[in-house]
């Protein structure tokens, strides 16, 4: 079976950081690109982050440009966000997801809040 | 962006009847390799969105025969041909043929 399974989410302050992951299992995920998507509360969903399968190539939403860093281990089979510089407006359920949004994770809640 | 517009609402069905989501792209979603990358997928409350339909009319492994997707260019259209109680929540149409992936606002079905 595949599983993604993400990290717990915190509450932090505007301007904190948090690194998010997520480790991916019964899924050659090596082979394979990844995104991270978010989903405001009681709103639909953003995309927000992707990095291919080697990790060389990485790509960002405007909105987390110069804030947040995608990064993979392909050794642990497990995807990272690093998100710096939060914001209140980075409050949501965050998920990761191979590109083809085949497969997701159980979602990661950050909170941003003074 | 490609701005990707659906209706919020979907008229209440009963349990058993048809319903049908629409989804309209602000361009067309033809690829340059000729596929059109238009997916839907189905959000019950509380729980991660999941696939049902890639390529505009391909089930996802597991997916119910009862779901279709159609269309082409910049109108598509997702059907359950007969409703049952777990197909309520939000449905959402995605395009990743240009970068950004980007989602429509998702239209929500509830069972009359």
């Known amino acids: 079976d595949v599983q993604l399974v993400q990290s717990r989410g915190g509450l932090v302050q505007p301007g904190m950081s948090l690194r998010l992951s997520c480790e991916v299992s019964g899924f050659t995920f090596n082979d394979y690109s990844f995104n991270w998507l978010r989903q405001a509360p009681g709103r639909g969903l953003e995309w927000v982050s992707a990095i291919g399968p080697k990790g060389d190539r990485t790509y960002y939403a405007d909105s987390v440009k110069g804030r947040f860093t995608i990064s993979r281990d392909n050794s642990k089979a497990t995807l990272y966000l690093q998100m710096n510089n939060l914001r209140v407006d980075d409050t949501a359920l965050y998920y990761c997801?191979?590109?083809?949004?085949?497969?997701w994770g159980q979602g990661t809640q950050v909170i941003v809040s003074a | 962006d490609v701005v990707m517009m659906q209706p919020p609402l979907s008229p209440p069905v009963s349990l058993g009847q048809a319903a049908s989501i629409s989804c309209n792209s602000s361009?067309?979603?033809?690829?340059?390799?000729?596929?059109?990358?238009l997916s839907w997928l189905h959000q019950r409350p509380g729980q991660p969105p999941r696939l049902l339909i890639y390529k505009i009319s391909n089930r996802f492994s597991g997916v119910p025969d009862r779901f279709s997707g159609s269309g082409a260019g910049t109108d598509f259209t997702l059907k359950i041909s007969r409703v049952e109680p777990e197909d309520v929540g939000i449905y959402y149409c995605?395009?990743?043929?240009?970068?950004?992936?980007?989602f429509g606002p998702g239209t929500k079905v509830d069972i009359k």
């Open positions: 995605t395009q990743s043929t240009y970068f950004p992936r980007t």
């Open positions: 997801t191979p590109m083809a949004l085949d497969y």
């Open positions: 361009q067309s979603l033809v690829h340059s390799d000729g596929n059109t990358y």
